[in-house]
């Protein structure tokens, strides 16, 4: 049995907040049970969402417009929806039977800058 549980990268360090020792714990304590518990750390994701905050910015290009909020990031773009899906199937299949109390970060390397 899998379960995956998301929460968004942030500006502070992955270790650092409550979701992480929450799903390290958890994994930790119902492991022996044959219960996985990891979750993902999605990053600068490009959703319709986000889209629309950067057609505000540029009606016309809004993918021009957000060229300058990823130049932070070490791979200059934003994810897509699909890539998080891959990780999550990844997951929730027997393929990951042996992944467990693990946080995996979605985000392009971003996390590992800080």
């Known amino acids: 049995?899998?379960?995956a549980a998301s929460a968004t990268s942030r500006a502070t360090p992955l270790r650092s907040t409550a979701w992480w020792g929450l799903t390290r714990n958890s994994g930790v304590?119902?492991?022996?049970f044959g219960i996985r518990i990891?979750?993902?750390a999605p990053g600068a994701i490009w959703t319709p969402m986000?889209?629309?905050s950067m057609r505000q910015i540029d009606p016309e290009n809004p993918r021009q417009a957000a060229e300058q909020f990823i130049q932070g990031n070490p791979t200059k773009r934003y994810g897509e929806a699909p890539e998080i899906a891959a990780v999550v199937?990844?997951?929730l299949?027997?393929?990951a039977s042996y992944v467990n109390a693990?946080?995996?970060?979605?985000?392009?390397?971003?996390s590992a800058k800080y």
């Open 1 to 3: 049995m899998a379960s």
């Open 29 to 32: 304590e119902y492991g022996e």
């Open 38 to 40: 990891n979750a993902i």
């Open 50 to 52: 986000v889209e629309g």
């Open 89 to 91: 199937a990844f997951l």
């Open 93 to 95: 299949s027997d393929d």
């Open 102 to 110: 693990a946080v995996i970060p979605i985000d392009g390397g971003q």
